[in-house]
């Protein structure tokens, strides 16, 4: 029970992350920047940005993301966990084909499948 536990909160950074990725890719779409030629209007477009409530939630779960992961460096070596931070680029990006219709091609397949094998290696405590 105590190792599924320790390993919630690595799981929990890497859920927040990518969950805050998806909601910051999509929200970004509803602002238009080819109107962005002053500061003006760049501080203005940046402070609709940040009150975006999806936005505001999305840099919520990062927040706590950042709280879980420090309490997951409490139970393990840094060298263990860290690599389990690279599944959320496997998620962001399996997430973005899913969702947003982004281009699969054999690069990002073979670039999964290395990131994926590398942790488990890099995982097993022999």
Known sequence: MKFILNHSYIFLTILLTV???????WK???????????????IVLIFFML??????????FIFIAGLSWMIALT?????????FTSLSLVFVTISSIIIFGEVVNFQKIFGIMFIFFGIIILSLRL
Request: without cysteine; proline residues 5%; charged residues 15%.
């Open 19 to 25: 969950l805050s990725q998806l909601i910051i890719k």
């Open 51 to 60: 009150i975006n409530p999806l936005i505001v939630l999305a840099l919520v």
């Open 28 to 42: 970004m779409s509803d602002f238009n920047y080819s109107d962005v030629s002053t500061y003006q209007d760049k």
């Open 75 to 83: 139970k393990f070596e840094l060298s263990y966990a860290y690599p």
